[in-house]
């Protein structure tokens, strides 16, 4: 297992690419599978969870060619003749559950490993289950696996209401009726930018789908959907991670390009009020410090709100702020695995239930941490970079899923970053 040694404190100064984004990719990647014939998708990040699913969609005889000097992946569903999604593979990563969708909307039926704990347990799928059924699927639960089936080529749908409002739920029905329902009516849909082009992109292909964007989604069955060319959007969690890390690195200017600032939410609101100089120009956003760093509570919320995403960087970026400050997390209430690390590194922060207390002006300092989840470690990766002295970051693999070139990227701004073979 690779672990990064980190020199610190470090600015960042210079330009950072921003790649395309995971959470966004992953949904059209499913949706490929939809098309009667290939799709290409540009602007594939070269991540862990890419290739994984790559895997989970090449067990169904679909091909998957990534082209990984383009960033482009090349998805042929014509010869797809398996509908199952193995635990082997879907317990690598959870967004693997939208091939339940997928298969169900392309062949009518559906063998999908629940993604790791059970339906109802931590990062639950009920509302997936529970709406499938309302669209007219029948769903069994059977030795950890999800068999679904629709009785007919076409069925009636009819209407579900997603309550707390869920991505991936909304997602998965997405790819289930696009091909199957009558008329289905999502309410509470999710209106993150990942689920917008989802629509986007099946109403490219051939799909009928109105209120992307909007609380109600409805959708109506359409025949056939042919494959197309489909553009991957930036990845917003990305940018937000680098404005955090150059806004809490004193000397930093930093410029990222390829962004898509629209899609950042209730985020620069509260980017703002930290006091950093925050410039946006098209698809170009420069960070630099100004001082020091307010404090500024937030509670994340769904899309347009403050990304959960984002809460361990804010988090670590608060505990170098001139105050103290509070993070409450309404999504996830549990999401707070980097407080035990980052404390580690000197922070002064508390959990109580789902909110974390941070103390500000805490001066880190060097040491050995551990990551544990994708946002965690690279908050840890931030933390280190601001610490005096030697830090190590172990288990770095989480962070290969979710992060593109992560060490290249901070070493080309000033960074002091080695990856070694633990
Ligand atoms: C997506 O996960 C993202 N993953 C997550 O990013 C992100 O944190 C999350 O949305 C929230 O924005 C991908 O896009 C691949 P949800 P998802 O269903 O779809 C509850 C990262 O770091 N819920 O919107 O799994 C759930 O417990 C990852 O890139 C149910 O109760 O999240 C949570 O409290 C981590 N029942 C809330 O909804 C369900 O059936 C939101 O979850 C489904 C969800």
Redesign the pocket.
């Known amino acids: 297992m690779d672990k990064f040694i980190i020199e610190g404190p470090t600015p960042l100064r210079g330009t950072i690419p921003i790649s395309g984004s ?3 990719a ?2 059209l990647m499913a949706a490929a599978i939809l098309g009667d014939s290939p799709t290409t998708i540009h602007r594939v990040p070269k991540l862990r ?1 890419i290739y994984t699913f790559n895997k989970v969609i090449r067990h169904t005889g679909t091909s998957v060619e990534f082209h990984e000097v383009e960033n482009k992946l090349v998805i042929d569903p014509t010869k797809l003749d398996t509908t199952v999604a193995p635990y082997d593979l879907v317990r690598k ?3 693997s ?1 939208y091939m339940l969708g997928a298969l169900l909307g392309k062949k009518g039926e559906a063998k999908v490993s629940l993604p790791g704990g059970c ?1 109802w347990g ?10 499938l059924e309302a669209m007219g699927a029948d769903i069994e639960l059977e030795e950890g696996y999800v068999m679904g089936a629709f009785p007919n080529e076409t069925i009636p749908g009819g209407e579900f209401t ?1 309550e ?8 998965n029905l997405v790819l289930a009726a696009v091909r199957r329902a009558e008329k289905f009516v999502i309410n509470n849909a ?1 209106k ?1 930018p ?1 689920v917008v082009l989802l629509c986007d992109s099946l109403s490219k292909m051939g799909a009928n789908i109105e209120g992307a964007g909007t609380s109600t989604i409805t959708i109506r069955k359409v025949d056939s959907l042919s494959g197309t060319e489909l553009f991957n959007d930036p990845d917003r ?1 990305e940018t937000g991670t680098y404005m955090i890390a150059a806004a809490m690195l004193p000397g930093s200017k930093l410029e990222l390009t390829g962004c898509k600032p629209e899609d950042l939410g209730a985020f620069p609101k509260a980017f703002k009020k930290i006091g950093a100089e925050l410039g946006i120009n098209g698809t170009t956003i420069t960070v630099s410090p100004n001082g020091s760093v307010k404090p500024v509570s937030i509670k994340t919320a ?2 347009p709100g403050f ?3 984002l809460q361990a960087q804010w988090a670590t970026m608060m505990s170098q702020a001139n105050g103290d400050s509070s993070i409450t997390d309404s ?3 549990d ?1 707070f695995s980097y407080v035990p690390e980052l404390n580690r590194l000197g922070a002064n922060l508390e959990v109580k239930k789902n909110t974390v207390h941070i103390n500000g002006n805490q001066a880190l300092s060097g040491t050995s941490v551990m990551s544990t ?3 965690a470690s690279v908050s840890l990766v931030m933390a280190a970079m601001a610490a005096e002295g030697t830090s190590e970051v172990l288990r770095v693999y989480h962070l290969d ?2 992060y593109e070139n992560l060490e290249e990227k901070l070493n080309a701004v000033g960074a002091k970053i080695r990856r070694v073979d633990e």
């Open positions: 995971k959470n966004a992953l949904p969870d990563m959870r967004a559950f339906a931590p990062r639950p799928v009920d509302l997936h289950l529970k709406g997603l707390p409002s869920s991505v991936g739920a909304t997602v999710a993150e990942d969690i769904i899309y990304p959960t995403d999504i996830y209430f999401r989840d994708l946002r899923r979710g």
